[in-house]
């Protein structure tokens, strides 16, 4: 069985980052803050919620019936108040909320007024398109200020976001407007990426073909001449926003109305809309960026990830601006138009935190320490990590040439549908390479067998969460049964995170990988489901199977397996053909770097595909219990 093994504990190094970029960790040590938690886990809750604005207190902190919580029950808020109105109420009114930079040089600075003008006139203009309290607006924009503006606009009215990454193609977007009922989408002509414009347009309008509920489709023009647009349901962004009113008071939502929806892949079956709600989602939020990235009143924060992520959700914007912090964001790609220009931009703006993932710093590795060594690092005070094992080489690389031997690393273990951190090490704390860390205090994390008992240090398990948390998701959009899977009740409840993970003696928790058919890629999770029903899609594919293999710089990249239909032959022709169609299907990102034709996959008797099987046999591994194995 996957979970019955051990893993050696070798010795590792420790690190200790320097003092200097500890100062301002809020948890004066791990054992302390962690067992003051534990002591009274509401009144933990309660203290952090309180920094923030509510419009109505809770009655009560946490009512928890297996598995559905509700957080802050009956309090009222609305989750721009604390991003935008408390900061322009006070000091910060004039800070800037977003530095952006575009290639070639471009750049815009939004203030906290001016964001928040612009959010309340955008918010307007949703409303004159008839969105309102509990809508789905669907946001397929590339990373560019009025991709923040349109979230915030939604959360302002209480219309729920559900943002595609402006990466996936037409299949995966119209996928996801459906499963939402999204009445409007708002999207651009075109993102810019390594010096080339994508159009984005025209995979909006073939996504469309079958999305009844849309209504309108706000169009966000930057070239010339301008994109024609369908004067019945199209529109210009900045036409709408100009017509609307200046000024609109935030929505009044209940803490455990949705704030948004983020579909993420699944193993089996359409991609699952991870429901988000207001109150705890921003508790999590707001504690996660001041306590575990640290972020305070001077700094310049830089978190890597496209806003169309949960990453770009939480530690992007929601985050940042609930803190009160100056974000940096851009459309850049760190290897144009040479892979120095991340370097750059930290020392140009004076980056005091920088949140990128492990594929970045695999690449980076790879180009060599010349391009940072170029730049002054030294505005740096905390580097993290998010998406994948950060494997020791990169820590130590990281360690050494971007932080200089005195930045702390934070590897952070959570995902989508966790809302926020939930393993780390915190700043400050004695750090291990290839260890993400310890549950942070307000989350209770457990490494268990099949059956949810704990193992022992050494004895490879499944990561299991056994306390509800605040950012916790609290449903699966329409699908309440794919939401009571993620929760297992054993001797006692826990939720499962299909993640391996081993502990070592001092409880750090390293994390071995998905025990699932995830795939992660740079960081990005793949369903095998949906690239082998891309792949099917294909009139010439009969069956197909992928799986992850592993790769020095992505992590994984995806291998499929191919059996053909009658009358027709493997060629190269034909497997650029399927790769193409996935891309066009999918999106670039889930495009099979190898592709096998085969006559047969190993299958279970009851016609499941075990690619289990096929893993092993590609990575010259036993296959493990083959008993179930079809002839
Ligand atoms: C999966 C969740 C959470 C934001 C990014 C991905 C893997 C995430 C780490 C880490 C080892 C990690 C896990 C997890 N993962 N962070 N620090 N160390 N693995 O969110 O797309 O929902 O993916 O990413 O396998 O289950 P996501």
């Given at each position: 069985?996957?979970?019955?093994?051990?893993?050696?504990?070798?010795?590792?190094?420790?690190?200790?980052?320097?003092?200097?970029?500890?100062?301002?960790?809020?948890?004066?040590?791990?054992?302390?803050?962690?067992?003051?938690?534990?002591?009274?886990?509401?009144?933990?809750?309660?203290?952090?919620?309180?920094?923030?604005?509510?419009?109505?207190?809770?009655?009560?902190?946490?009512?928890?019936?297996?598995?559905?919580?509700?957080?802050?029950?009956?309090?009222?808020?609305?989750?721009?108040h604390?991003?935008?109105?408390?900061?322009?109420?006070?000091?910060?009114?004039?800070?800037?909320?977003?530095?952006?930079?575009?290639?070639?040089?471009?750049?815009?600075?939004l203030?906290?007024?001016h964001?928040?003008?612009?959010?309340?006139?955008?918010?307007?203009?949703l409303?004159?398109?008839?969105?309102?309290r509990?809508?789905?607006?669907?946001?397929?924009?590339?990373?560019?200020?009025?991709?923040?503006?349109?979230?915030?606009?939604?959360?302002?009215?209480?219309?729920?976001?559900?943002?595609?990454?402006?990466?996936?193609?037409?299949?995966?977007?119209?996928?996801?407007?459906?499963?939402?009922?999204?009445?409007v989408?708002?999207?651009?002509?075109?993102?810019?990426?390594?010096?080339?414009?994508?159009?984005?347009?025209?995979?909006?309008?073939?996504?469309?073909?079958?999305?009844?509920?849309?209504?309108?489709?706000?169009?966000?023009?930057?070239?010339?001449?301008?994109?024609?647009?369908?004067?019945?349901?199209?529109?210009?962004?900045?036409?709408l926003?100009?017509?609307?009113?200046?000024?609109?008071?935030?929505?009044?939502?209940?803490?455990?109305?949705?704030?948004?929806?983020?579909?993420?892949?699944?193993?089996?079956?359409?991609?699952?809309?991870?429901?988000?709600?207001?109150?705890g989602?921003?508790?999590?939020?707001?504690?996660?960026?001041?306590?575990?990235?640290?972020?305070?009143?001077?700094?310049?924060y830089?978190?890597?990830?496209?806003?169309?992520?949960?990453?770009?959700?939480?530690?992007?914007?929601?985050?940042?601006?609930?803190?009160?912090?100056?974000?940096?964001?851009?459309?850049?790609?760190?290897?144009?138009?040479?892979?120095?220009?991340?370097?750059?931009?930290?020392?140009?703006?004076?980056?005091?935190?920088?949140?990128?993932?492990?594929?970045?710093?695999?690449?980076?590795?790879?180009?060599?320490?010349?391009?940072?060594?170029?730049?002054?690092?030294?505005?740096?005070?905390?580097?993290?990590?998010?998406?994948?094992?950060?494997?020791?080489?990169?820590?130590?690389?990281?360690y050494?040439?971007?932080?200089?031997?005195?930045?702390?690393?934070?590897?952070?273990?959570?995902?989508?549908?966790?809302?926020?951190?939930?393993?780390?090490?915190?700043?400050?704390?004695?750090?291990?390479?290839?260890?993400?860390?310890?549950?942070?205090?307000?989350?209770?994390?457990?490494?268990?067998?099949?059956?949810?008992?704990?193992?022992?240090?050494?004895?490879?398990?499944?990561?299991?969460?056994?306390?509800?948390?605040?950012?916790?998701?609290?449903?699966?959009?329409?699908?309440?049964?794919?939401?009571?899977?993620?929760?297992?009740?054993?001797?006692?409840?826990?939720?499962?995170?299909?993640?391996?993970?081993?502990?070592?003696?001092?409880?750090?928790?390293?994390?071995?990988?998905?025990?699932?058919?995830?795939?992660?890629?740079?960081?990005?999770?793949?369903?095998?489901?949906?690239?082998?029903?891309?792949?099917?899609?294909?009139?010439?594919?009969?069956?197909?199977?992928?799986?992850?293999k592993?790769?020095?710089?992505?992590?994984?990249?995806?291998?499929?397996?191919?059996?053909?239909?009658?009358?027709?032959?493997?060629?190269?022709?034909?497997?650029?053909?399927?790769?193409?169609?996935?891309?066009?299907?999918?999106?670039?990102?889930?495009?099979?770097?190898?592709?096998?034709?085969?006559?047969?996959?190993?299958?279970?008797?009851?016609?499941?595909?075990?690619?289990?099987?096929?893993?092993?046999?590609?990575?010259?591994?036993?296959?493990?219990?083959?008993?179930?194995?079809?002839e």
């Amino acid at each position: 069985m996957a979970e019955d093994f051990d893993v050696p504990l070798d010795e590792t190094t420790i690190y200790h980052a320097d003092a200097s970029c500890c100062a301002e960790a809020m948890f004066h040590d791990y054992t302390t803050a962690y067992s003051e938690f534990l002591r009274d886990p509401d009144g933990f809750w309660n203290n952090i919620a309180s920094d923030l604005q509510w419009f109505a207190p809770w009655d009560t902190v946490l009512d928890w019936k297996f598995p559905f919580a509700r957080w802050f029950v009956n309090a009222k808020l609305n989750i721009t108040h604390n991003c935008l109105d408390r900061h322009v109420s006070n000091h910060r009114r004039n800070k800037v909320a977003v530095y952006w930079r575009g290639e070639g040089g471009r750049e815009r600075i939004l203030t906290y007024d001016h964001l928040y003008n612009d959010v309340m006139q955008f918010a307007n203009g949703l409303k004159s398109l008839g969105v309102s309290r509990g809508d789905r607006v669907c946001i397929y924009m590339p990373t560019v200020p009025e991709q923040v503006v349109a979230m915030l606009a939604c959360a302002r009215i209480g219309a729920i976001h559900s943002l595609v990454f402006a990466g996936y193609g037409a299949a995966a977007l119209n996928q996801r407007i459906t499963g939402a009922q999204a009445k409007v989408v708002i999207t651009a002509d075109a993102s810019v990426r390594r010096g080339k414009s994508i159009p984005l347009k025209p995979i909006v309008e073939e996504a469309l073909i079958h999305a009844p509920t849309v209504e309108h489709v706000i169009v966000l023009r930057t070239q010339s001449p301008p994109v024609s647009l369908l004067p019945e349901t199209e529109i210009d962004y900045y036409e709408l926003m100009d017509a609307s009113p200046k000024g609109c008071p935030p929505e009044e939502m209940d803490a455990e109305d949705p704030l948004f929806i983020l579909y993420t892949s699944g193993t089996t079956g359409a991609p699952k809309g991870i429901v988000h709600t207001c109150g705890g989602y921003m508790v999590g939020a707001y504690y996660t960026c001041k306590y575990i990235l640290n972020i305070t009143d001077n700094d310049v924060y830089w978190c890597t990830a496209d806003p169309g992520w949960i990453t770009g959700h939480t530690y992007g914007i929601y985050g940042p601006l609930l803190v009160g912090a100056t974000i940096f964001m851009t459309e850049i790609t760190p290897d144009y138009p040479d892979p120095g220009i991340w370097w750059k931009l930290i020392e140009e703006y004076g980056i005091n935190i920088f949140y990128t993932a492990p594929t970045a710093i695999r690449m980076f590795m790879k180009v060599g320490e010349e391009w940072p060594d170029k730049y002054d690092l030294s505005s740096l005070r905390i580097l993290a990590s998010v998406g994948e094992p950060l494997n020791p080489e990169a820590f130590v690389w990281f360690y050494e040439h971007i932080g200089k031997n005195r930045c702390p690393i934070v590897d952070t273990w959570w995902q989508t549908e966790t809302g926020m951190h939930m393993v780390t090490t915190l700043v400050g704390e004695p750090m291990k390479p290839g260890y993400a860390g310890k549950a942070i205090p307000g989350v209770v994390a457990d490494v268990v067998d099949r059956e949810g008992r704990p193992v022992p240090p050494g004895q490879g398990g499944f990561l299991a969460i056994r306390e509800p948390w605040p950012a916790m998701m609290r449903t699966i959009y329409n699908d309440e049964e794919r939401y009571r899977k993620y929760w297992k009740n054993g001797e006692k409840p826990y939720y499962t995170t299909s993640d391996l993970a081993v502990r070592d003696h001092d409880g750090y928790i390293m994390i071995l990988g998905r025990s699932d058919d995830l795939i992660i890629v740079s960081g990005h999770n793949i369903g095998s489901a949906e690239v082998e029903s891309a792949l099917v899609s294909h009139h010439a594919v009969a069956e197909a199977a992928a799986i992850g293999k592993p790769d020095p710089l992505k992590g994984n990249i995806v291998k499929v397996f191919v059996i053909l239909r009658e009358g027709f032959e493997p060629s190269d022709k034909l497997t650029h053909d399927l790769k193409y169609h996935v891309r066009q299907t999918l999106g670039p990102i889930s495009v099979p770097a190898e592709l096998d034709y085969v006559t047969a996959l190993p299958k279970t008797r009851s016609g499941k595909i075990m690619r289990r099987v096929l893993r092993a046999q590609e990575l010259g591994m036993d296959p493990g219990d083959i008993s179930t194995l079809e002839e």
